[in-house]
């Protein structure tokens, strides 16, 4: 059997758990981890034909729940849908999920596979809008004073989240600390990272709080917020001695082919046509 992608394992779990008990906590985190990872997943998108520039035209295929897009995880996976090579786009799931959305499409995901499924235009759409709201996020000029506090029963859901979201990030800084500069209150310290890189990293944590259920728990959300020190503030003796440490996995190696458009420039996003 081959290798099961990160999208295959999450689509397996949700699966089994909405089998078995569809309302539970359990099921609704598992929806939340399979949507995270979606956004993060580079997405093979069959075509009518090449893409030109910017524009791309998906192979809609109209089912009784609506029309659908049909994307892959893998090129291979791709080829072995259509019969051989065709045309695609490669983009990444959260800019997919836009795109469709806005066109009123959904999304049948890796067909074909025991992972399969087939997300309508709807789930986009929430995607997306959660997606941008959790954009909003922008790093805080804290000022703090030793001693530091650890956090106390830190969600373990989130601790997953952010270590597999900044193993996006891994270059951008040079350690990752989370305290407790207050009751219900965490703050999460990126040392040695641009202070240009700070809305990207606000923007990773506010995610992660997103898709491990937290932003709305009890009418409030979970208050975490972002920081970029300097790797020479004298703060860091007491914050490595006091803190809870966030390991800055490498980012994993890219495939050596050149990315495809649309979708490679951020200055052109990719339009349906």
Known sequence: MPDQSPLDLAQITLTALEEATPASPAAEAARLQYFSVLADTEIFVLLEQEAQGAQFAPQVFAVSDGQFALGF???????????????YAALPGRVLAHVLAEAGLGLGVNLGTVAESMLPAQALEWLSQHLAKAGAAAPVAAVLRAPFSAPVGFPEALMQGLVARMARFGTLAQEAWVIAPAPQAHLLIFVGADDAAGPALAKMASEAVMFAGLDARDGAGFDLTVAVWRVDDPRLADLRAA??????PEPAATAGRSPTAPGSDPARPPILR
């Open 73 to 87: 995880d893998a090129e291979d996976r791709l080829a072995a849908f259509a019969g051989g090579p065709a045309p």
């Open 243 to 248: 803190g809870l440490s966030l390991p800055l």
